[in-house]
């Protein structure tokens, strides 16, 4: 082999048809050249990059905020990095090869501890019930066997019981289109209780058991229920709680990944880059950024969610599921604040478990307990519907709200909360949700058809999705877009 031949040199001769382009000069007519341009610097476009680049493509990737990795975000809060507080992802799967592998590659360590979680109480129509008082609660309105699943892990326990899905793919499948009902229809058809019902649409991410695909829950309950099993306890423990205690965390925050990635890249990373137009036409494609830069290149890469995506202009435009995939997909919504505790311990007042579930405003608060067993954060979370009206509310409104429904809910908490962040995955304007979501009928008529390249664009994100759940899905999907450029250019 030519000793002269770069990586560049590689994937060009992999790229085949592609060669004349690695002769372009790097501006061409006012736009920066690359092989491929990635949109979005989240672990999906970083990951896309990442393989495109380690195959000597010249990549671009291109970011509109100020920093990347999307939904990991580690906020900066001063003395309190100890806790492992996150706004976006914190718990990283035994099972998530991707990120585990990159993790090594690039140095960076995982560890047990942070984002310890300390035991809940439920409060139920206001009065709190401790885990040992439920099955025999008047409190609990459950009926038969239900009366022994904590309220939390209701919805695991339903669809890990009864799901029809062997395999992990199995939700793609001609025949799992017969579970693309609500989530309430099908709930129902297993036999749940009202209650249930009930319950499960106050725990939800999504506004309602009734316009939630069931697909989308039996596709999330699969994997972690892997995850789940090794953990030794009852499955009548909520199956992500369980999941939880196998994982790992990133030492530092989830946010040191990208930021690894990113680096490795180099200054094929763009912040404050937001594509407002993808053109593509029979040679190439055209990105134009919002501030009016364009950027020129053999494919694209799309690693935005589709909340973000239906802002972008896109010649020729998609047609069909495609653009209505685009268009419709719903995101779910998870509103959070954080609290620093001040004087006597709230749980010592009152002796019940330090963290709630519950079926009022709010929807879980977390007591984080730091690596030295310290006891000073709670974290409160607004899920689906009632995340949705918490980001409706002003700045200070929010705040006080929050803060009389945690003192009415447990009066020991009054007098103890001083705010430390909040943070609103609805209001973030590049990303409008949590994570993607499908009302019914959705999945079975988009699932397959809406991540297929179109012309010279290829999608990836956790939206994109097949197999894994989490930061791994977007790894997985970044993976899958980079594949598809090279097996097409093959
Ligand atoms: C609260 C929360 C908790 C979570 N917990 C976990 C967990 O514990 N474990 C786990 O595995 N996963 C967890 N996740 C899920 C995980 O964070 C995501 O699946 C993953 O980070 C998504 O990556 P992505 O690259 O698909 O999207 P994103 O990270 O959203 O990346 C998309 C990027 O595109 C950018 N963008 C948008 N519009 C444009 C534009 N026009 N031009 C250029 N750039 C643009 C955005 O700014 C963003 O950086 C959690 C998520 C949330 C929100």
Redesign the pocket.
């Known amino acids: 082999m030519n000793s002269n031949l770069t990586r560049r040199d590689l994937f060009h001769a992999a790229a085949g048809g592609l060669a004349l382009t690695s002769l372009a000069p790097r501006t061409l007519f006012g736009a920066e050249r690359a092989d491929v341009i990635v949109?979005?610097?989240?672990?999906?476009?970083?990951n896309a990059a990442s393989i495109l680049s380690g195959l000597g493509a010249r990549v671009l990737v291109?970011?509109?905020?100020e920093r990347?990795?999307?939904?990991?975000h580690t906020p900066e809060l001063a003395d309190l990095q100890d806790y492992g507080i996150?706004?976006?992802?914190?718990?990283?799967?035994t099972e998530?090869a991707r990120v585990l592998d990159n993790c090594e590659r690039l140095g960076i360590e995982l560890g047990q501890g942070a984002h310890i979680v300390a035991p809940y109480c439920f409060s139920i129509g206001g009065r709190l019930v401790t885990p040992e008082q439920w099955p025999t609660s008047p409190l609990n309105k459950t009926v038969g066997e239900e009366r022994e699943v904590l309220p939390t892990a209701l919805t695991g326990y339903f669809f890990s019981k009864y799901t029809p899905f062997r395999e992990l793919d199995d939700w793609l499948a001609p025949w799992a289109a017969e579970h693309d009902i609500p989530v309430a229809e099908w709930l129902r058809r297993v036999g749940a209780s009202d209650e249930v019902l009930r319950l499960t649409n106050e725990g939800l991410i999504s506004p309602s058991i009734h316009d939630l695909s069931a697909i989308r829950s039996l596709q999330e309950h699969i994997r972690a229920n892997t995850q789940a099993e090794d953990t030794g306890d009852a499955a009548t423990q909520d199956i992500f709680e369980r999941a939880s205690r196998a994982?790992l965390h990133i030492k530092g925050g989830t946010q040191r990944l990208p930021e690894a990635m990113a680096a490795k890249l180099g200054d094929a990373v763009r912040l404050g880059?937001?594509?407002?137009r993808i053109d593509m036409h029979d040679r190439g494609v055209t990105v134009t950024?919002m501030n009016g830069a364009r950027y020129s290149g053999d494919f694209v890469v799309s690693?935005?969610?589709f909340t973000?995506l239906r802002?972008?202009t896109i010649t020729p435009a998609l047609g069909g599921a495609q653009a209505q995939a685009v268009r419709e997909m719903p995101y779910a919504n998870?509103s959070?604040l954080f609290f620093r505790l001040k004087g006597e311990p709230y749980w010592e007042k009152d002796g019940l478990p330090a963290s709630m579930w519950s079926d009022g405003p709010l929807s879980l608060v977390r007591q984080q307990i730091g690596n030295a067993g310290e006891r000073e954060v709670l974290e409160v979370l607004g899920l689906g519907y009632k995340g949705d009206r918490i980001d409706q509310m002003d700045d200070d409104d929010r705040v006080a709200f929050v803060i009389r429904e945690l003192e009415r809910m447990r009066p020991s908490l009054a007098g103890s909360l001083e705010l430390l962040a909040v943070n609103s995955?609805r209001r973030l304007p590049?990303?409008n949700g949590?994570?993607h979501s499908y009302h019914p009928g959705q999945a079975s008529r988009w699932a397959v058809d809406m991540i297929k390249p179109h012309a010279r664009l290829h999608f990836?994100?956790?939206?994109t999705r097949r197999l894994e759940?989490?930061?791994?899905?977007?790894m997985e999907?970044?993976e899958r877009a980079a594949l598809e450029i090279l097996e097409r250019t093959g």
């Open positions: 949109l979005g610097a989240g672990l999906a476009g970083l291109l970011e509109a905020q990347v990795g999307g939904r990991c996150e706004f976006g992802a914190s718990q990283v799967g998530y994982a880059e937001q594509a407002a950024t690693a935005l969610p973000a802002r972008v998870n959070q995955w590049w990303i949590c994570s990836a994100g956790e939206h759940i989490g930061m791994e899905s977007a999907s970044g």
